[in-house]
């Protein structure tokens, strides 16, 4: 492989999958970038923008096949595209379960599955999904969100280990909370339901659906740029760990979730040490 490679970033309209657009550029790699405009404020000869709905099996297959006529090779694929959504189980309807399934679970099933017919010619390649600590453990009004992320991680977990003897390397990226819109403006809510504003107020702090931020507040956190210069650093190592662990308190929560679930199996009988 060359120095420059070709990178398709899913979600790069803001957050993270600009800031990781901008590195990828710095280093010298060409990247396909994707969003639901289909533009971006960067005017670089090695960029390409493309429209894409992520929710949309179609589109991420011609997205994908757009990137490798325009590069003529896919060397590393991050699934990026994503949201959130706030709301105790019994709140969220049947369309706000199916959207955020569809765009935060299926739509990078869907972009790997295009990609790898190619990676596998080639010999090589890398898939980040883009997953966070939510993808670890679980928290009151954020279910949906979990489901999606957890979801990411077992069929991410499962494809490592079928396309490492193609060469082809997979990476969950698991991230604690960046200072990006994500949980302000780009945050979603589903109607809510008063019997848990209690709890609401106790766990996010306000019982206000949607709770409420200033235009262009961030939710604060570890910087964009900060985490995307981490994931080129580990994509161009020649190896690493399956789940990458970034951002300020990452660990410690990761930690905490581990050590509650091995608890929890601990006092069950044939668990114990």
């Not at 990078?108 to 883009?130: E, F, N």
């Not at 990006?180 to 589903?190: D, E, P, R, V």
């Not at 809510?192 to 604060?220: C, I, K, M």
Request: glycine share 10%; with cysteine; charged share 20%.
């Amino acid at each position: 492989m060359t120095t420059a490679q070709a990178w398709l970033i899913t979600g790069t309209s803001s957050g993270l999958g600009l800031a990781l657009t901008k590195e990828a550029l710095a280093a010298g790699h060409h990247v396909v970038a994707t969003t639901r405009k289909g533009t971006l404020p960067i005017e670089d000869p090695r960029l390409t923008v493309i429209r894409l709905n992520p929710a949309d099996r179609e589109e991420c297959r011609r997205a994908v096949e757009e990137a490798y006529r325009v590069t003529g090779r896919l060397d590393v694929l991050v699934n990026n595209a994503g949201y959130g959504l706030v709301g105790a189980v019994e709140e969220i309807s049947e369309t706000e379960a199916r959207d955020i399934l569809d765009v935060d679970l299926l739509g990078p099933l869907w972009m790997t599955q295009a990609a790898l017919p190619i990676m596998r010619g080639q010999g090589h390649g890398h898939i980040v999904q883009i997953s966070s600590t939510g993808g670890v453990g679980a928290m009151p009004f954020l279910s949906l969100y979990n489901a999606a992320k957890w979801g990411l991680e077992g069929f991410s977990e499962a494809l490592a280990a079928e396309v490492q003897p193609m060469g082809i390397r997979v990476t969950l990226a698991e991230i604690s909370a960046m200072d990006t819109q994500w949980a302000t403006s780009g945050m979603k809510f589903s109607n809510p339901n008063s019997d848990y504003d209690e709890l609401r107020e106790q766990v996010l702090g306000t019982a206000a659906v949607p709770w409420p931020s200033e235009p262009g507040a961030t939710g604060g956190g570890t910087a964009p740029d900060d985490i995307a210069r981490s994931i080129l650093t580990h994509v161009a190592a020649d190896s690493g760990p399956l789940r990458l662990v970034l951002g300020d308190g990452a660990a410690e929560q990761i930690t905490t979730v581990l050590e509650r679930r091995k608890h929890d199996y601990s006092t069950q009988p044939g668990f114990q040490n």
